[in-house]
């Protein structure tokens, strides 16, 4: 067993696959609309106490329903509900793609007998500078989606 787990590619396939099997089961048992949560079909009851004393939204209101709706397929709604769900949960998915491909990488240079670390380092610069610019731009992504509820929220109020 110790051998198996220190192959060359194995905690990268095991992270890329945990963060699918977690994505997958959070398909399965969570369901969202624009209200609401919903865990095996039943609502949950939370609210947001900034959104509930004030009238106004705090910086993650709607992100768990946005990222619930992308996981469901519905990037429109998603989006319109808090524009950072789907930028995030696209950057996490592809992030997990792009690391069991680094798995598969170093698992085929480990069995080669001169090794080709090449594209194993590739990948890992593309996987380490595609992972920043996707983190930066959901963060700015999400932050004007917030600034754009918050200024609603405030001209509502006023």
Not at 62 to 86: C, D, F, N, Q
Not at 100 to 126: M, V
Request: aromatic share 6%.
């Amino acid at each position: 067993m110790r051998k198996l787990l220190s192959r060359p590619g194995t905690a990268p396939a095991a992270a890329g696959l945990a963060i699918l099997l977690q994505a997958a089961i959070a398909r399965m048992i969570l369901a969202a609309d624009e209200t609401r949560v919903y865990f095996l079909g039943h609502p949950l009851n939370w609210e947001c106490s900034l959104r509930a004393h004030y009238g106004l939204p705090c910086p993650t209101c709607g992100l768990t329903r946005s990222v619930i709706l992308t996981l469901h397929g519905h990037l429109a709604r998603a989006w319109h509900l808090a524009p950072g769900g789907p930028a995030l949960t696209l950057g996490v998915l592809l992030a997990a793609a792009g690391v069991l491909i680094l798995a598969a990488a170093q698992f085929l240079s480990a069995n080669r007998t001169h090794g080709n670390r090449w594209l194993e380092q590739r990948i890992k610069l593309t996987l380490q500078s595609g992972t920043i610019v996707w983190a930066s731009v959901s963060i700015v992504i999400w932050l004007a989606g917030w600034a754009g509820q918050f200024s609603s929220a405030l001209q509502a109020v006023h």
